[in-house]
Antibody, heavy 121, light 112 residues
Framework: EVKLVESGGGLVQPGGSLRLSCAAS????????LSWVRQAPGKGLEWVSS????????PYAESVKGRFTISRDNSKDTLYLQMSRLRGEDTAVYYC??????????????WGQGTLVTVPS | DIVMTQAPLSSPVTLGQPASISCRSS???????????LSWLQQRPGQPPRLLIY???NRFSGVPDRFSGSGAGTDFTLKISRVEPEDVGVYYC?????????FGGGTKVEIK
């Protein structure tokens, strides 16, 4: 069973930093791209960033480019999102997702429960 | 960036009746490999999103067959053949043909 468990959210002051983690299990972590998607309170879904299986490709949303860094540790089956220079508009639940499934070529089939990041504005 | 536009914003439906949600993309979603990466997700209150349909019309594992997807090019539709109480929530279309991956604004399905 695929499982994604996010951690690291919390309250952080504007301009501060935070690192989110996502512990994965139930699949061969190093074979798959992963993504972060966020959802501001009462709002829709926004793609934040993705990382290829090797870690070589890391596209970002314009809204976070230069402030957030996605990374992965394939030896620990863990995905990270380092967030710096945080702003009020970064307040959201951050979801870790398995971006692609080889068996059926589906995208975003698996999501974690999310972790809340709050940046007072 | 590809803009995804959904309609309606809200859909009050009688239990047992059908519901339909439209999604339009600002450009074709056909990938260079010939597939169109248009997905539909459901988000029940207080829950993370759940994948329902991928590549326009393929039901994801465990999704009831009352959900179906159709469309091509830039126009897509999600249909629920008979709405049940557990279908209440917000539905999003999403394109993953190219980065940045983008979502529609969401359609709230509620019971009349």
């Amino acid at each position: 069973e695929v499982k994604l468990v996010e951690s690291g959210g919390g309250l952080v002051q504007p301009g501060g930093s935070l690192r989110l983690s996502c512990a994965a299990s139930g699949f061969t972590f190093s074979n798959y791209p992963l993504s972060w998607v966020r959802q501001a309170p009462g709002k829709g879904l926004e793609w934040v960033s993705s990382i290829s299986a090797s870690g070589d490709d890391t596209p970002y949303a314009e809204s976070v480019k230069g402030r957030f860094t996605i990374s992965r540790d394939n030896s620990k089956d863990t995905l990270y999102l380092q967030m710096s220079r945080l702003r009020g508009e970064d307040t959201a639940v951050y979801y870790c997702t398995k971006e692609w499934d080889k068996s059926d070529d589906s995208h975003y089939g698996y999501w974690g429960q999310g972790t809340l990041v709050t940046v007072p504005s | 960036d590809i803009v995804m536009t959904q309609a309606p914003l809200s859909s009050p439906v009688t239990l047992g009746q059908p519901a339909s949600i439209s999604c339009r993309s600002s450009q074709s979603l056909v990938h260079s490999n010939g597939n169109s990466y248009l997905s539909w997700l459901q988000q029940r209150p207080g829950q993370p999103p759940r994948l329902l349909i991928y590549k326009i019309s393929n039901r994801f594992s465990g999704v009831p067959d009352r959900f179906s997807g159709s469309g091509a090019g830039t126009d897509f539709t999600l249909k629920i053949s008979r709405v049940e109480p557990e279908d209440v929530g917000v539905y999003y279309c999403m394109q993953t043909t190219q980065f940045p991956h983008t979502f529609g604004g969401g359609t709230k399905v509620e019971i009349k």
